[in-house]
């Protein structure tokens, strides 16, 4: 290495120290102590080989050189007047530990601190910002100051020799959002979770009991001060709740065992009731058969008809039995969050090993019925899209996935849907290209066919307002007798609900906690039933529970 070698590393020298350095000075003074160095190595006739690494290491040695003589050097406290013993030039005894000369050390027994203490330590003993000067930059009093000065120090002194990592560290579970209700503005709940595994875990390390931020920081293993926003975006979010100085998760989270606790109870019970429930399913297609409505849509609409139909009616009649244990809670009752929706969220957390394909219930989960409405579109005063989501019938919420906004999706399929259904290119002039681009995913759906001549034709059934009414009652009809012959045979999977934190009873509505004891059984009867020939018979195309109701526009 050579002079001219030297100095082209220059400024890659000084990103390093800016990185670890508090300030500019202290940065270009660490650099030039290291070139100084290289440069009397070379006069000193020493041949050193790859240069750039050298120099590394050797500003490495030097920064923890100055951390040892900054934090050895006696620390003054300005006009203190604690109400307990200090000394002028007090050094907590966890600051004299050597090893606290190391980097990693250091930042990590400052990071713990929550930003009020965090703060004020910074400044005056890193920065060495009198009280008084801190006082005025931070807007306190001066004894606020002071207050936090000894109480940082008194929680640096206690946490400094605890471990407090928990598994979430290094082995980060999964946490899946659902929700009950209507979405926020922005796709919350789940927008404000996604696929962030510190977000997940975060969430489930403040569910068994309130907890501080510190606490979370020490169990996950990342600094204070990364974890503090995330947290404020789930409080603001009401995700999380805040009580003093710590923090919960507001809502219920299952494990796979409330999962599986009683889903063989709810397949045997499928098994065993499948013949005799069919019997009155089997009326009810009968009526829906001789219907105006049903009469008009082509083959793929009248069967998405038929299992929207034993769906919802089956559904909802277990539904019936399970509220008289859980409780019922109409949607007057959800709570109004002030993103603009309208929920209760639900969780469920997984190993990081967890394979969701192979799981016992893959293919038996159900969602609830959900819709969306646009208004004013042409030819039309309203238009609505109603489905839920099954294996035993078709997944239509796999339509949605080309974007992360459930409703935004929803709301782009509507009119991509009712285009098709007019005919009318004007309408697809709005519709985002991604949804185009999911096209293959409508045609396996049987959303859509594509016919002999390239044209496609709508196979969602389309009723009226009034025919919506006209088929919500006859499914209503039969949920009443349905949940009135077998309510006692229910009754015997309706049981062990989920258990969910004392301080958090108050908070969760009992139909969540009993959700997971009877919403396979519809998926299991609809799997029955179609493995005996008696639903869907010789329809070998998917057939999932979706309809669109069309409000004509008023001449």
């Not at 190595?41 to 923890?64: C, F, M, N, P, Q």
């Not at 009401?238 to 919960?248: N, Q």
């Not at 949940?483 to 934190?501: C, G, Q, R, W």
Request: aromatic share 12%.
């Amino acid at each position: 290495m050579n002079t001219e070698e030297l100095t082209v590393h220059a400024d890659y020298l000084l990103r390093i120290a800016m990185n670890k350095c508090d300030s500019w000075e202290e940065a270009q003074d660490l650099v030039q102590s290291t070139l100084l160095e290289g440069l009397l190595t070379i006069k000193k006739g020493i041949d050193i080989e790859h240069a750039k690494s050298w120099l590394s290491t050797v500003l490495g040695r030097k920064y923890y050189d100055l951390l040892r003589e900054k934090y050895r050097k006696p620390l003054t406290f300005y006009g203190m007047d604690y109400d307990v013993p200090y000394e002028e030039s007090y050094v907590p005894k966890a600051l004299d530990n050597a090893a606290l000369g190391e980097e990693e050390n250091l930042r990590r027994l400052v990071a713990r601190l929550t930003f009020a203490y965090r703060e004020v330590l910074v400044r005056h003993y890193f920065h060495g910002q009198s009280i008084e000067t801190i006082a005025k930059a931070l807007s306190l009093p001066e004894n606020t100051v002071k207050s936090r000065l000894r109480l940082g120090r008194e929680k640096l002194r206690k946490d400094l020799t605890m471990e407090k990592y928990e598994k979430q560290s290094y082995e980060p579970e999964t946490l899946w959002i659902s929700s009950s209700g209507n979405s926020g503005l922005n796709g919350e709940p789940y927008s404000l979770v996604r696929n962030d595994k510190i977000t997940m875990n975060l969430l489930i390390l403040a569910y068994e009991k309130p907890v501080t931020i510190p606490e979370l920081a020490d169990a996950i293993g990342i600094s204070t001060t990364y974890i503090e926003p995330i947290v404020d975006r789930l409080v603001d979010g009401e995700l999380m709740k805040r009580v003093g100085d710590k923090v919960f998760t507001d809502f219920i989270i299952y494990t796979e065992a409330d999962m599986v606790n009683t889903f063989e109870l709810q397949k045997s019970l499928a098994n065993t009731l499948c013949a005799d429930i069919w019997r009155y399913l089997e009326k009810g297609l009968v009526t829906l058969r001789g219907t105006e409505y049903y009469q008009r849509q082509n083959p793929s609409q009248a069967a998405k008809l038929e299992g929207y139909f034993v769906l919802h009616s089956t559904y909802h009649s277990v539904i019936k039995v399970r509220d008289e244990i859980a409780g019922f809670c109409p949607f007057s009752e959800y709570p109004y969050r002030k993103d603009g929706g309208r929920w209760f969220a639900m969780g469920t957390r997984h190993t990081a090993d967890y394979e969701y394909d192979k799981s016992p219930y893959r293919g038996y989960e159900i969602s609830g019925e959900a819709g969306g409405i646009i208004e004013h579109l042409p030819g039309a005063s309203q238009v609505g899209l109603f489905d839920y989501d099954t294996d035993a019938l078709g997944r239509s919420h796999t339509a949605y996935h080309y974007e992360e906004n459930f409703d935004d999706a929803r709301e782009g399929m509507i009119k991509f849907l009712y285009a098709i259904y007019t005919d009318n290119e004007n309408i697809l002039s709005g519709i985002p290209g991604k949804l185009l681009e999911n096209m293959d995913t409508y045609l396996q759906l049987d959303f859509l066919e594509r016919l002999p001549d390239g044209k496609l034709r709508l196979n969602v059934p389309v009723l009226s307002n009034l025919d919506r009414k006209a088929f919500y009652d006859l499914m209503e009809e039969y949920t009443e007798k349905l949940s009135k012959a077998f309510h006692d045979e229910y009754l015997k999977m309706i049981k062990n609900p989920a258990t969910v934190p004392k301080h958090l009873q108050k908070d969760v509505p009992g139909f969540l906690r009993y959700l997971n004891t009877c919403c396979f059984f519809p998926s299991a009867l609809i799997y029955e039933l179609k493995n005996r020939g008696l639903f869907l018979k010789g329809y070998d195309k998917p057939a999932p529970a979706v309809l669109m109701v069309v409000t004509k526009e008023e001449s």
